[in-house]
């Protein structure tokens, strides 16, 4: 498996390395779910809607809690055909 490795800058300036561990489509739209590379240990994934502009594909922040919510739910809706669920009650 080909490993999709990005990079991001924050809004101080420093750059960081990102592996986009899932793409998937949600109401019409396509959104990437983002882990940092250099924390293994990290729990809490990144998640940006692809958009597109003169240059291509670009990642935004997502809205609104709507569209958190309903990117969760399908997100969690794969990994439970997967087989990979995960309960946030096993933090």
Avoid at 7 to 32: M, Q, V
Avoid at 41 to 63: C, K, N, P, S, T
């Amino acid at each position: 498996m080909q490993e999709n490795i990005i990079n991001l800058i924050d809004e101080n300036g420093i750059e960081s390395e990102f592996e986009i561990i899932l793409t998937l489509e949600a109401e019409g739209k396509e959104y990437a779910i983002l882990m940092p590379v250099e924390d293994e240990d990290a729990e809490e994934a990144l998640i940006f809607r692809i958009d597109q502009d003169e240059d291509g594909e670009i990642l935004v922040a997502l809205e609104s809690d709507d569209e958190y919510e309903t990117v969760v739910a399908v997100y969690n809706a794969i990994m439970e055909e997967e087989g990979l669920n995960y309960d946030e009650d096993e933090q």
